[in-house]
T-cell receptor
Framework: SQTIHQWPATLVQPVGSPLSLECTVE??????LYWYRQAAGRGLQLLFY??????ISSEVPQNLSASRPQDRQFILSSKKLLLSDSGFYLC??????????????FGPGTRLTVL | GDSVTQMEGPVTLSEEAFLTINCTYT??????LFWYVQYPGEGLQLLLK?????DKGSNKGFEATYRKETTSFHLEKGSVQVSDSAVYFC????????????FGTGTRLLVSP
């Protein structure tokens, strides 16, 4: 069966520090991968998605970046965190070429607090 | 572009009450529709889905019917439990090529004993 891992589960970082969040998927090949952010009291915002290794699409301008160095690994990074980067970060995957509909499966999330 | 509108919360109910969370959408073509649930401190879990008009998705006592004529996908449960307390997200996915999920803003449900 497929599983998705995210780490760390929680993170407290000072403003201006770098960030690296990692997401890995097991049990499937060529998944579509997604990073979402959920700010306090707000809905889900799609940040990035990837349809393959090295292929990253950005949904919103920001000081975050994403990379996909391996088929089932998706990394969210920042060189300098801002207070507004605080939130709950969720990674998700879906099957490439599922057509028809796009059912996504979510990881447990990383809660980031920037102080 | 495609969009999803959900009723604002929180929705506060007593145990065994009837639940309705409204969801309407705007999309071209024939999108697929989903309800996701997020329990406190956790990621999202797919609750149910419907991929064509008049389909009824159901799971764990929850139901939602894909109504194309009213562009709606309202979530219902006949008798809620305290354990149903969570945030519920309505979402849609387009029907051509690679499509992102478009989420509503979420509705928090609080069920008291």
């Amino acid at each position: 069966s497929q599983t998705i891992h995210q780490w760390p589960a929680t993170l407290v970082q000072p403003v201006g520090s770098p960030l690296s969040l990692e997401c890995t998927v097991e049990g499937t090949s060529n998944p579509n991968l997604y990073w979402y952010r959920q700010a306090a009291g707000r809905g889900l915002q799609l940040l990035f998605y990837s349809v393959g290794i090295g292929q990253i699409s950005s949904e919103v301008p920001q000081n975050l970046s994403a990379s996909r160095p391996q088929d089932r690994q998706f990394i969210l990074s920042s060189k300098k965190l801002l207070l507004s980067d605080s939130g709950f970060y969720l990674c998700a995957w879906s099957v490439l070429g599922s057509g028809g509909f796009n059912e996504q499966f979510f990881g447990p999330g990383t809660r980031l607090t920037v102080l | 572009g495609d969009s999803v509108t959900q009723m604002e919360g929180p929705v506060t109910l007593s145990e065994e009450a009837f639940l309705t969370i409204n969801c309407t959408y705007t999309a071209t073509g024939y999108p697929s529709l989903f309800w996701y649930v997020q329990y406190p401190g956790e990621g999202l879990q797919l609750l149910l889905k419907a991929t064509k008009a008049d389909d009824k998705g159901s799971n764990k006592g929850f139901e939602a019917t894909y109504r194309k004529e009213t562009t709606s996908f309202h979530l219902e449960k006949g008798s809620v439990q305290v354990s149903d307390s969570a945030v519920y997200f309505c979402a849609l996915s387009g029907d051509t090529g690679f499509q992102k999920l478009v989420f509503g803003t979420g509705t928090r449900l609080l069920v008291s004993p």
